[in-house]
């Protein structure tokens, strides 16, 4: 079992539309939790971090749920620009100092 | 804005030949990740050093793959002899380390490879 898994879409939605995307995660001890942001063959970029009492910025708001192992990430009023692939993280402090683990990521396409 | 810097960008190189990727990372950032990414894949953890110190390369096929950080900043990844399945994007991350919070990587914009 891979340690996140997203589900990798794709997701096709008009501009203005509301999108959520969500993640789950195998170990319990996890500590931290990123979304990234991913546009075409360029490197991640960070989108937000993901707190226990849940975070907004802007028309992105992400959760997370320790019980169940779960994040998720939600975009209002989507925009063209928000087309890109989405990938959840989680850090693993554990015996590997703040080691990473990636999601595939989550295809979105928004369209006119 | 401090950047983490790969080189090259590009590179092709035939089977059977050696290839290195350089990365420099964000002063005062003591973690460096290589990651490799296969297109419709996530990155997958190649190697992760603490300074100079090698912390996780259980994802490593070290039987081609070599990394070093010999003065715990700027590092490089060879790859000898290339095979065709080797080809992907190799991302170079850094970032902060406290165990007490969780650090955020920042990415170099990576060095696509192509294997022919």
């Known amino acids: 079992r891979k340690e996140v898994e997203q589900d990798p879409g794709p997701f096709n939605v008009p501009e203005g539309a509301t999108v959520a995307f969500n993640c789950t995660y195998s170990n319990s001890a996890s500590q931290s939790f990123f979304w990234y942001r991913q546009d075409c063959r360029k490197e991640p970029k960070l989108l937000m971090s993901v707190y226990s009492s849940g975070n907004e910025d802007g028309r992105f708001t992400a959760q997370l749920n320790r019980a169940s192992q779960y994040i998720s990430l939600l975009i209002r009023d989507s925009k063209l620009s928000d087309s890109a692939t989405y990938l959840c993280?989680?850090?693993?402090?554990?015996?590997?100092?703040?080691?990473?683990?990636f999601g595939r990521g989550t295809q979105l396409t928004v369209w006119p | 804005e401090a950047e983490v810097a790969q080189s090259p960008r590009y590179k092709i190189t035939e089977k059977s030949q050696a290839v290195a990727f350089w990365c420099d990372p964000i002063s005062g950032h003591a973690t460096l990740y290589w990651y490799r990414q296969i297109l419709g894949q996530g990155p997958e953890l190649l190697v992760q050093?603490?300074?100079?110190?090698?912390?996780?390369d259980s994802q490593l096929p070290k039987d081609r793959f070599s990394a070093e950080r010999l003065k715990g900043v700027d590092s490089t990844l060879k790859i000898q002899p290339a095979e065709l399945g080797d080809s992907a994007m190799y991302l170079c991350?850094?970032?902060?380390?406290?165990?007490?919070?969780?650090?955020?990587?920042?990415f170099g914009q990576g060095t696509r490879l192509t294997v022919v």
């Open positions: 993280v989680v850090n693993d402090r554990g015996s590997t100092l703040g080691r990473l683990y």
């Open positions: 991350a850094s970032s902060t380390w406290d165990r007490g919070l969780g650090s955020e990587a920042f």
């Open positions: 050093f603490q300074d100079e110190s090698v912390v996780d």
